[in-house]
């Protein structure tokens, strides 16, 4: 005998498909983005800001840990979870 899959467990307790939820879940997600247009702003603007403030300081210091290549992994990351 197969067990359930994770989406047929969560159909048979909510009666709701998870694609659907999902969608609702994110449709209601990016309202909530747009209505805010300093989160646009600050998710759009801060990568690039921080890129150029590291790249000036590596042209200056001339270390590897201040290249683009180095830190564009990061500043992703970080901008993504901020």
């Not at 209505?35 to 600050?42: A, E, G, I, Q, Y």
């Not at 890129?51 to 290549?69: A, C, E, N, R, T």
Request: with cysteine.
């Amino acid at each position: 005998m197969q067990e359930p899959t994770l989406e047929e467990v969560f159909l048979q307790l909510t009666g709701k498909e998870v694609k659907n939820e999902v969608i609702s879940l994110s449709g209601r997600n990016m309202k909530e983005v747009y209505r805010d247009p300093v989160s646009v702003l600050l998710g759009l603007a801060m990568p690039v800001a921080l890129l150029i403030l590291f790249s000036s300081i590596h042209k200056k210091v001339q270390l590897d840990m201040f290249s683009p290549q180095m830190l564009t992994p990061g500043i992703i990351i970080f901008c993504f979870a901020f």
